[in-house]
């Protein structure tokens, strides 16, 4: 039976980086959300209101896995609602266990937060894929440890496969995608020269960490003059109640080699950007944006095309759009792909009992009423009526 030991302190994770980092590189669909480099600037930025709970597995004296987790106190209408979830909060796709052997991992974890201290009311895993990478590996997990649990669709995002070339890849857009494009890259080349910049450090271990701030500051310039300089949900690049986050993060990105940074140029002055971060193959579009001041229709459209067609011939393997906006992507995805959300209510908490009741009706009116038929298939959307807390 493999041991457990669970870290309290964000400190103490230093003494496993060596560990995190060989982890990481075998974990399926790992990505720098998975990083402790990453923790530790989303725990510096957002520690408010949680306690971080990160369990090690250890076997035989080695460590094969490693689970972050965290307990989150928030305001229900049912009053006070302590989550055991995971320190991600939606910044990117996906997320789960650092680990080479999710089921494994996962059910070492399980059985120790069973049978130790009870912090929480529910335990809420989201953002899992698992018709994905994850391979039902946490639903088997929760199986195998006889937890009781309802699954919850959570969001989707769009996927391009990267492991094509470019004309099969335009070949398999819609005639209106393909005139949308190549119309686009015709206008912008007017213009002037169109330069097309992409810089994917690879990391302080090879000698290639720098930030360039320069290259940051212009993309942070671009998104404060474009819509993002306006909107108000705290998670654009310019936002300042995140900017200092994203700029530590990345800095770590940087050191780590997990940044994608890609710009364009036209008639020398930046007009697009898409602000990236890669993993073994996997790239994950953080955030994009065009510079209005640079009137020039379909800028972001030529960036994101150029992007595509340079990292396939990189060898990347999947570009990860994002979650939500399915229809301003439609142009570019080539799968649309679910997240779940794993839901365990403690049978000693009240709470989360009448947490229970509030999805049990939710399901029922889901069944009844709330079917909705998408190009992808039928969806619920259970934000409009079983999204008691986030």
């Not at 408010?48 to 597995?57: H, M, N, S, T, Y």
């Not at 680990?99 to 049978?115: E, G, M, P, R, V």
């Not at 654009?236 to 994608?260: I, M, W, Y």
């Not at 403690?346 to 399901?363: E, G, N, R």
Request: net charge neutral; charged share 25%.
């Amino acid at each position: 039976m493999s041991d457990v030991i669970e870290l309290n302190e964000i400190e103490a994770l230093a003494d496993y980086q060596a560990d995190w980092q060989r982890l990481l590189k075998v974990t399926p669909g790992g990505s720098f959300f998975r990083s402790l480099e990453w923790l530790q600037v989303y725990w510096k930025h957002f520690a408010a209101d949680q306690k971080l709970r990160v369990l090690i597995v250890v076997d035989r004296g080695e460590v094969t896995g490693i689970v972050p987790l965290c307990v989150r106190r928030i305001k229900s209408k049912y009053g006070l609602c302590r989550i055991l979830t995971f320190p991600f909060d939606d910044w990117g796709s996906f997320y789960g266990p650092v680990s080479a052997s999710q089921k494994t991992t996962l059910c070492a974890a399980f059985n120790y937060i069973l049978h130790s201290r009870r912090d929480w009311d529910l335990i809420d895993l989201r953002c899992v894929d698992s018709a994905g990478f994850d391979g039902g590996e946490t639903e088997q997990a929760l199986h195998s440890e006889k937890i009781s649990f309802e699954t919850l669709l959570w969001c989707q995002t769009a996927y391009v496969d990267l492991k094509q070339d470019w004309d099969q890849y335009l070949r398999s857009r819609s005639s209106r995608a393909r005139k949308t494009y190549l119309c686009s890259e015709k206008r912008v080349q007017q213009e002037g020269k169109v330069k097309y910049l992409r810089y994917r450090p690879a990391g302080a271990e090879n000698g290639e960490g720098d930030p360039r701030w320069d290259l940051y500051d212009q993309c942070e310039e671009i998104a404060r003059q474009s819509w993002q300089g306006r909107s108000t949900t705290g998670t654009t690049l310019s936002h300042a109640s995140v900017a200092p986050f994203f700029r530590d993060a990345h800095e770590r990105a940087a050191q780590a080699g997990t940044v994608d940074l890609n710009m364009l140029y036209v008639a020398g002055r930046p007009a697009a950007f898409n602000y990236n971060y890669v993993h073994e193959g996997l790239v994950y579009s953080l955030r994009m944006g065009f510079d209005p001041r640079v009137s020039i229709k379909g800028a972001g459209c030529v960036l994101m095309g150029r992007m595509i067609r340079d990292s396939m011939q990189r060898g990347d393997r999947i570009l990860d759009i994002g979650p939500g906006s399915l229809a301003a992507k439609k142009n570019w995805y080539t799968s649309v792909e679910n997240s779940y959300r794993y839901v365990h209510y403690s049978a000693t908490s009240v709470t989360a009992k009448l947490m229970q009741l509030s999805h049990q009706f939710a399901d029922w009116y889901r069944d009844r009423f709330a079917n909705e038929s998408t190009d992808q298939g039928t969806v619920t959307d259970y934000s409009k009526f079983s999204a008691t807390w986030r």
